[in-house]
């Protein structure tokens, strides 16, 4: 089994590059199974997203705001919004997705139709994601060009870059036409949005070292009751739970990617107790951080 890894900077931003310059715009089928922990964690991007459900059923979480799409659903990721992906329900999840520069749809940024189309999309803050179903006509009509698309591109046709670029502009276009308030010329995030960025940071910075609530607080200049608020309205989750968590996808990782002992990898991710992280790392993964570690391995191989 390959294993996924979304790979972020201090940030959260995505490291991955999509696509190739002279065509940004890369398009993947991937089931949760195969991800650390059957998640894509919190992370953001430059490009747009769009995400088309297969099999299963998965919660898609943006800040403040979540959605269950089952198959035959697809939903709209802006870019540079935070969003994590995960499994619902007991079955696995498959998913295609298509991830671009969104000057594929308008070419350079200062063109007509990019100003016109693209840019006030982009520019608009409160548009984090959206949601299609097959009930409305017009979203069936979405689903159908972005799915037509996908086959192209997985069977490798020669013209897939100007199929998925056709069935993008079509998407954009339809989108706008009857949704024309996705339009924005609103440019400044939200302060919420700008503090849950800096507490990202901050963690993904210094999750290594002995960090509390506290000093996450610091990192927004905002009390430990507001840190405590934002985490858990804008991710669901508290300041420790989180920690905890990227704590674990990190030592998964490390224990994947490194001959680093296992004691090493607890302390080098922050675990000052070898035994809590063991057992932690049961809990999340269902495997001791020693079984792992071989049978991770065995499946890359």
């Given at each position: ?70 198959a035959g659903e697809m939903i709209f990721v802006n870019a ?35 100003k016109k189309h693209v840019l006030p999309v982009l520019n ?127 030592a998964a990782q490390m224990l994947v990617e490194s001959n ?42």
């Amino acid at each position: 089994m390959q294993i996924y890894k979304i790979e972020t900077d201090e940030s959260g931003r995505e490291l991955t590059s999509h696509g190739a310059s002279d065509f940004p715009c890369a398009s993947y089928d991937e089931w949760f199974s195969k991800f650390f922990g059957g998640e894509v964690p919190w992370h953001w991007h430059d490009e747009v997203e769009i995400v088309l459900v297969v099999e299963g059923s998965t919660k898609v979480e943006c800040i403040g705001k979540s959605e269950i799409l089952t198959a035959g659903e697809m939903i709209f990721v802006n870019a540079g919004a935070l969003h994590k992906l995960t499994n619902n329900g007991p079955g696995d999840c498959r998913i295609l997705n298509a991830v671009f520069n969104p000057q594929m749809i308008g070419g350079q940024s200062f063109s007509r139709i990019y100003k016109k189309h693209v840019l006030p999309v982009l520019n608009n803050k409160q548009l984090l994601s959206y949601k299609f179903s097959p009930e409305l006509t017009w979203h069936q009509t979405v689903i159908d060009e972005l799915k037509a698309a996908f086959v192209v591109w997985q069977n490798e046709s020669d013209d897939y870059e100007f199929v998925m670029t056709m069935a993008l502009m079509k998407f954009w276009h339809l989108f706008g036409e009857n949704k024309p308030d996705i339009l924005s010329n609103a440019q400044v995030p939200s302060t919420n949005e700008k503090r849950l960025h800096a507490l990202l940071n901050y963690i993904h910075d210094n999750h290594g070292t002995h960090i509390s609530v506290a000093d996450i607080s610091l990192a927004a200049n905002i009390s430990e009751s507001e840190c405590y608020r934002l985490f858990r309205n804008g991710l669901k989750t508290t300041p420790n739970n989180y920690l905890l968590n990227y704590r674990l996808r990190i030592a998964a990782q490390m224990l994947v990617e490194s001959n680093k002992a296992i004691t090493k990898v607890a302390y080098d991710t922050g675990f000052s107790c070898p035994a809590y992280f063991a057992k932690k790392f049961k809990l999340a993964f269902e495997k001791t951080p020693k079984n792992f570690r071989q049978e991770s391995r065995l499946e890359t191989h």
